[in-house]
């Protein structure tokens, strides 16, 4: 019997496997007890190459569960260690692309600021004291792309890797997220997602070293579609 799980694969090999990741889905096991992404993606592996025993498959970055787009996942533990390694020393350029509710006030620029996790709330702050305990550098760059009556398309390209980042900084900018209740949207999108989308990603592959550099597909709301319309191909 074919396992009900499709995942939308983006790129595969024999050390690595990048899928499309949809609103909603878990990564890794957390608290709520839902079965991540990790533990589906080795079932359907298991079955895909009638693997006997064990498969590994190892998490090496994250997205927020109402965020979609390019998840990598390591199918050898050699390329989990090197993709660990050039995520650690910034070897992986990350962009994403985020709806959000109101115009940037410059159409380009970098964001540093200090956070604070809150772990109860399950949310980031920004302080004004970086000496703070806990407090952590926060920096992105971010381009606008497109500008709808009432939304806009900004690129963001992550420096840093902090908790709620993007949202963080982005609400803290005066343009909260789209359907991001938690960072200052007025209304949640009707599927629960925020219209936040883990774009592309590039790097050195960790065994051939040949370039890699992939892009998820856009959501199928007309929003998005309209919005990525403008963006010159």
Not at 60 to 77: E, N
Not at 110 to 128: G, H
Request: proline share 7%.
């Amino acid at each position: 019997m074919a396992h009900p799980y499709t995942p939308n694969i983006i790129y595969e090999d024999n050390h690595l496997l990048c899928v499309a990741k949809r609103p909603g889905e878990i990564v890794q096991g957390d608290k709520t007890g839902d079965i991540p992404m990790s533990e589906t993606l080795k079932l359907w592996l298991k079955e895909k190459y009638q693997k006997p025993g064990n498969v590994f498959l190892g998490v090496i970055h994250r997205l927020d569960r109402p965020v979609g787009g390019l998840v990598v996942f390591a199918k050898t533990s050699k390329a989990l260690t090197r993709m660990n390694d050039l995520f650690r020393h910034g070897e992986v350029q990350k962009k994403y692309w985020a709806i959000v509710t109101a115009a940037p006030p410059q159409p380009a620029g970098t964001l540093e600021d200090y956070l604070i996790r809150n772990e109860q709330q399950n949310k980031s702050y920004v302080t004004r004291d970086p000496m703070r305990e806990g407090a952590k550098l926060a920096r992105l760059s971010y381009r606008l792309l497109a500008s709808g009556e009432r939304y806009h398309l900004v690129e963001v390209e992550l420096h840093t890797g902090r908790h709620h980042q993007i949202r963080c900084q982005l609400a803290h900018l005066g343009c909260p997220i789209r359907g991001d209740l938690k960072y200052g949207a007025p209304r949640s999108n009707p599927d629960g997602s925020i219209s936040l989308l883990s774009r592309s990603i590039a790097f050195t592959h960790p065994v051939s070293k040949l370039p890699v550099s992939l892009i998820a597909p856009l959501p199928s709301d007309r929003l998005w579609q309209e919005l990525a319309a403008q963006v010159e191909a």
